[in-house]
């Protein structure tokens, strides 16, 4: 992809995210099912451009994250409120899912 073409692809991106976002706080289906595949090859695109150019995209891109940290809040927060929390037990102390910490 040239220059414009990341531009348009990353403003199309942005755009539908920020009115999935809008569908998501009205209780509707926000419809974004596959939209990371066109997010990573977009990224992708953009970070291989020249230099110069990737610090024109810089803006597009941080908008871009910007509006899917705020789907992110927002999604967590209804399915918190729906009781279908994200939150998974961590395993992270203890791997095997086991719950004794203390080391024996």
Request: glycine share 8%; proline share 4%.
């Amino acid at each position: 992809m040239n220059k414009d073409q990341v531009e348009l692809e990353l403003r199309l991106l942005i755009d539908e995210v920020a009115k999935g976002h809008e569908k998501l706080l009205a209780g509707e289906d926000f419809g974004l099912h596959g939209i990371n595949r066109r997010i990573e090859s977009a990224c992708q695109a953009a970070l291989a451009l020249p230099n110069e150019e990737v610090v024109e995209m810089h803006p597009l891109m941080q908008e871009l994250r910007t509006q899917l940290q705020d789907l992110s809040t927002n999604l967590n927060e209804a399915m918190d409120r729906a009781g279908m929390s994200s939150d998974a037990p961590s395993t992270e102390d203890n791997p095997d899912g086991g719950s004794d910490k203390s080391g024996g």
